[in-house]
């Protein structure tokens, strides 16, 4: 642990600048991460006199960027899939696992339509995911997966959950946005996305921990990197008790 904090001494003791010589990171990440790196950003910058500059989106989406030679300093990703292509290419060192994650189901306040998680099956129900290459996706089909082996559901829950499904989003937000405005009966988010200003829209059904193994998000600074002392600050910032701090207070499982 104390050689963990002299590095973030050291790390964030190269990216404090003066106003002038402020380095610029922009740092691509998952869009479940919207909030607490937002505020993660604000922190760091104000410490080290940086400027960080984020975008959001679904980590499929982030990645085919960077493939196509988008310039980035660091990449946050909400699970290994999306990661280790880059690395395996040679745009990005190898990634630390910095936060995990769990599924839950949500629904509109104003409908009774899914009061279960049997319920995802019933005919009728609009059911809104993410398409199955964005992480969330993959992730929710894998428990479903899981629930169909089980057969608590019976044996053929998954092909009637696959048949109420109305719409397949990009990112993870999208899916919050349309329970959010009543557009679909439920949908599956992870449980960091339901905020404050969500908590008051909708319900959560939550799913059994058999069926919802923990999804590891991986940070790592990229080849493309303008400023790398930064970006290793930076991710020395996320890992730090301060930066996990803020990721438990979004609602993510510490990885410290």
């Known amino acids: 642990m104390r050689s963990f904090v ?33 505020e993660i950003g604000q922190k760091f910058d104000a410490q080290t006199g940086n400027r960080t500059v984020f975008q ?17 300093d660091v990449f946050a990703s909400a699970n290994a899939a ?4 880059l690395v395996r290419a040679g745009r990005a060192a190898p990634g630390q696992t910095f936060a995990r994650n769990r599924l839950t189901v949500i629904a509109p306040r104003s409908s009774s339509a899914v ?21 969330v996706g993959d992730a929710t089909r894998r428990a479903f997966d899981l629930i169909t082996k089980a057969g608590t559901y019976g ?6 959950v696959q048949a109420n499904v ?13 329970i959010q405005l009543g557009q679909g009966d439920a949908a599956v988010v992870y449980v960091s996305d339901v905020t404050p200003p969500l908590k008051k829209d909708v319900r959560t059904i939550g799913l059994p921990t058999r069926f919802n193994p923990l999804v590891s998000y991986p940070v790592g600074p990229l080849a493309s990197s303008r400023n790398p002392a930064a ?9 730090s008790a301060e930066g996990q701090r803020v990721l438990g207070k979004w609602g993510f499982v510490r990885a410290r």
């Open 6 to 38: 002299a590095l973030l001494s050291l790390s964030l003791g190269a990216a404090s600048l003066s106003g002038a010589q402020a380095a610029q990171l922009t740092v691509f990440a998952a869009s479940s991460l919207t909030d607490a790196f937002t």
């Open 231 to 239: 970006a290793r600050a930076f991710i020395a910032y996320v890992l």
């Open 166 to 178: 109305v719409s397949e989003e990009p990112n993870v937000r999208q899916l919050a946005v349309k």
């Open 56 to 72: 959001f989106a679904g980590s499929q989406a982030l990645r085919t960027q960077l493939e196509q030679g988008a310039q980035a």
């Open 82 to 85: 999306q990661f280790d292509p």
């Open 155 to 160: 044996s053929d829950f998954g092909r009637r």
């Open 115 to 135: 009061k279960t998680l049997a319920d995802l099956a019933r005919p009728g129900v609009r059911l809104v995911l993410a398409d199955k290459n964005v992480p």
